[in-house]
Nanobody, 122 residues
Framework: QVQLVESGGGLVQAGGSLRLSCTIT????????AGWFRQTPGKEREFVAA????????YYTDSVEGRFTISLDNAKNSIYLQMNTLKPEDTAVYYC???????????????WGQGTQVTVSL
């Protein structure tokens, strides 16, 4: 059974940085990827960034391109999201999951972690 645990959220002023971590245990394959998604109250969860476990590139939604960087550590079964130049509109609960490409974006599959709150103040 795949389990995901996110950490690293918090309160930061606009322009600041945070680094999110996600440890994924129980996965049995490296043929897919992993990603970060976020959700604000009343809105659907949206794709933020994804990366292939086997390498080959990272993918971002337009609104975070150039500000966020996704990375992974295979040995630790972990993915990370370095978030720089944060904006109030980045405020959300951030979730990690296993993921696969879906058209022009990525879709999660399987379990979600509990999420970690990121709040960006003016």
């Amino acid at each position: 059974q795949v389990q995901l645990v996110e950490s690293g959220g918090g309160l930061v002023q606009a322009g600041g940085s945070l680094r999110l971590s996600c440890t994924i245990t129980g996965r049995t394959s490296s043929t897919y990827g992993a990603g970060w998604f976020r959700q604000t109250p009343g809105k659907e969860r949206e794709f933020v960034a994804a990366i292939w476990w086997r390498g080959g590139g990272a993918y971002y939604t337009d609104s975070v391109e150039g500000r966020f960087t996704i990375s992974l550590d295979n040995a630790k079964n972990s993915i990370y999201l370095q978030m720089n130049t944060l904006k109030p509109e980045d405020t959300a609960v951030y979730y990690c999951s296993e993921a696969l490409p879906n058209g022009s974006t990525w879709a999660h599959f399987g379990a979600w972690g509990q999420g970690t709150q990121v709040t960006v103040s003016l």
